[in-house]
């Protein structure tokens, strides 16, 4: 404890660089993870993205205005049902709906041919009518299970197999993960059944539509029929090439952060380090005294400790803090920070105490 | 018995290809309650003699024991506890941490020392021994804003604070004027009186020869 407080007294002496180095080390420990986490996320994709190369999905994009204005009446939502369940090879999801009795679980009802995105076990076997699915890492409910679906009309329905883990599909270009999901097998038509609220769930059907290898005639036919039915103007978006362009430019555009944060990282380190030094050979008369009045060198040696500890730890519980409220990053938790920390201090510690190991610290007691 | 026996101490210090033989074969002995002036020409291995005395410069050969303990099996937790509790250091350029208070300063020793004493117990005795050197009315000032004599006597008090046996004192009127210096000086012969064993480096052979023993140094060697 007296050397926590005389590392306290250190910091006062020079309060300027210390809280210098601590926020450069805000930015760093804040943005080294989330840029690396970018980097592994939008690599994923890509993979994804990759693995479904030969579905030659297309999704759609509205065009700006149009969508508010769009209106999805009884007969368009009977259209929409038929193109996604009947005509088309073509899936949809509404994710909006939440479980009565499940609330914090998230659902996602794929419609359409969206069981065929999930590589599911003995597909054949699978019951008529709606079906629920959950994910990997679902804990509140097990296979076997009833849950029950629908505010109009409910329904309970079987969980009917757990899904493999890192399962996923495509919202819009982009894969999302099902592990902690209930996923609930349905047709679009039957959306319209369940819900008072049917033709609103139909406006999410309508955005996140996408269609499996499509003619040009299956695009012209979904693309007019949807301006005709709702006034809404859909683009087409070849997944392959906006995977390319898209989830290659966030990966590289990552990985070049990730990058420049690494050096910054390393910058920021060696300039903690040299600071620590320079600090230390202020200091050598002052350990002197300490060592001439019965100081042993590990004292000196929790004195640099207690220093480093408290220049790298507020900054690393303020960015783990920031990390998990505004990314929900997992592996932010303190459990996993404190290792860290440790980690941290001994890496910036080694130069340090290597100094003071070699140093004669007694010839900085004289004068001359 | 002696309380300080040196046998044949020798201490070389290496710079590259260069080796100084800083004190060469010195043997003596130091009693309880004596004071012994060490004198000699600048360079001669007074200090250094002094270091070894007090285990801050270990020796490279020979046998130094303190108060029947042979120094070479002292491990390096108890050398330590032997400079908080046994010596009393008081060096020319005083040594002081220039932002601590003269209590601050003073108080080092304690947070050492083998008693583990608690806060108010260490400002007690703190306070007792500036009061003792006359500072009483210091306590909190900066080392920084007192004069020479009065660092000095912060220094004495630190060096005294743990109630040592043995004051080493290294040129310890050298930065201060002759009045200052003579207070001081007076000081320790004082103590000397009141049971304490001081060994003083000194230039100044006036002030050696108001102590009860002179060693003579030459060129690493007592003579």
Known sequence: MTQLAFAIRDIRRRPVVFVFFAIQLVVVLLFLPIMAQSTIISSRNIRIAQSMADNRMVFFSQTLGTFFRRSVTPDGGRW????????????SVVSSIKLREHPDLAVVVGVGSFS????????????????????????????????SFGERNMEDILVHQR??????YMKRGTPQLLDNSLVVLTSAESVLGFFFVGYHHFDEILVNASLIRPSGADLLYFVSGVREMTGVALHPIELNDYSQQHHGGAFYG???????FAITSAYVLVGIVANIVLLLENHMSEYAIHLLSGACLWHLYARVFSYITLLVGPPLFLASILLRSMYQAPWAQLFSVIPLLGGLVAIIAVVPIIKLRQSDIFLHLRGD | MSLITGLSLHKDFR???????????????????????????????????????????TPDSGELLIAGQNAKQLLSTQRAAHRSK???YIVQDFALIEDYTALENAEIPLIYGPERLGRSERRRRVQAALSRVGLEDKTHQQARRLSGGQRQRVAIARALVSDP???????PTGSLDAQAGEDIFRFLIELVGAGKTLVLVTHNLDLAERCGRQLRMRDGKLV
Not at chain 1, 254 to 260: D, Y
Not at chain 2, 34 to 54: D, Y
Request: aromatic share 6%; with cysteine.
């Open chain 2, 15 to 57: 710079r590259g290809p260069s080796v100084t033989h800083a004190v060469r074969g010195v043997s003596l002995e130091i009693h309880r309650g004596e004071s012994v002036a060490i004198v000699g020409a600048s360079g001669c291995g007074k200090t250094t003699l002094l270091n070894m005395i007090g285990l801050i410069t």
């Open chain 1, 80 to 91: 929409l049902s038929s193109a996604l369940d009947e005509n088309l090879s073509a899936y």
């Open chain 2, 86 to 88: 046994f010596f009393g």
């Open chain 2, 165 to 171: 046996q043995v004051i080493l004192a290294d040129e």
């Open chain 1, 163 to 168: 899904l493999p883990r890192g399962t996923h």
């Open chain 1, 116 to 147: 065929d995105l999930l590589h599911i076990k003995d597909h054949g076997n699978m019951p008529a009518g709606p079906v629920a699915l959950i994910g990997y890492d679902v804990s509140t409910l097990r296979v076997g299970d009833h849950v």
């Open chain 1, 254 to 260: 990552a990985l070049f952060f990730l990058i420049f």
